[in-house]
């Protein structure tokens, strides 16, 4: 469990089954009634509570072992409010379509009301969660929480002011009006310094994991580490034809027959 390269594998993989996982349960719950959507929120709970219950748990003292638990709380945390938001259970007042006169800049606060909602309570657990566990010798859970946190406002920013490649096969249907906020274009001049400077933070954090002394700072670092390449990967391919898709859709139940 010491290993920096197995916690790396270790994050990547609860990353993409975590991804798959929420992605499954969304779209089951499109198959369903009104109050699906709900119920899958509602269902996720659990998770919440018990990424709150592990995040407390960890900052118990430094070890490996509470590294883990406090990386996996944050996901969880995480994961229960993306579930909520793709269930469009947490999103913002806006639940219309981008009106065709608006053009350009005057598009944001109308695409900022579609997600209001859901930024501010990211907002607020990336507070939470760093009020309680400062000053304790693992944080980890914050630093998990304030990466995902960057990296979601960077990728949504990018959306919005034009991306050459915008994936919206897996968007449920309670954000069937999101795309008419995303923009396709060659590129913005946020794109290019967004992929630099995930690079050079992925790099700066890689070389921490390489050269770190104790097994618990090496596993933090490698945890985080593959959080941000992984970030990186996901602002390449707003540029790069890959077909990322393919990672989930195996995972996804079949398509309703008419």
Not at 3 to 21: D, R
Not at 75 to 93: D, Q, Y
Request: glycine share 8%; aromatic share 12%.
């Amino acid at each position: 469990m010491a290993s920096p390269w197995l916690a790396a594998i270790g994050a990547m993989f609860l990353w993409w089954f975590s991804t798959g996982a929420i992605l499954m349960v969304v779209k089951r719950a499109d198959r369903g009634d009104k109050s699906a959507h709900v119920n899958a929120t509602l269902w996720g709970l659990p998770f919440l509570a018990l990424g709150i219950a592990a995040t407390a748990a960890s900052v118990q003292g430094a070890s490996v072992l509470n590294v883990y638990l406090g990386f996996i709380a944050a996901l969880a945390i995480w994961g229960w409010i993306e579930l909520a938001f793709l269930t469009g259970i947490i999103t913002g007042p806006v639940k219309s379509p981008c009106p065709a006169a608006l053009l350009g800049h005057s598009r944001f606060w109308p695409a900022f009301g579609t997600v209001a909602y859901h930024e501010l309570t990211l907002l607020a657990g990336l507070i939470a969660i760093w009020v309680a566990t400062a000053g304790s010798e693992n944080m980890i859970a914050a630093w998990t929480f304030a990466v995902l946190f960057a990296a979601r406002i960077s990728a949504k920013l990018n959306l919005f002011y034009g991306v050459p490649r915008i994936n919206t096969e897996f968007l449920p249907k309670p954000l069937a009006h999101m795309p008419s906020y995303f923009r396709n274009d060659i590129t913005n001049g946020l794109l290019p310094f967004s992929i630099m400077s995930l690079g050079f933070v992925t790099a700066i954090f890689l070389q921490g994991t390489l050269t770190a002394e104790a097994a618990t700072d090496r596993v933090a670092l490698a945890l985080l580490t593959a959080l941000l390449g992984l970030a990186l990967l996901e602002h390449l391919l707003m540029v790069l034809p890959l077909p990322d898709a393919k990672l989930w859709r195996w995972m996804l139940p079949a398509p309703k027959p008419e």
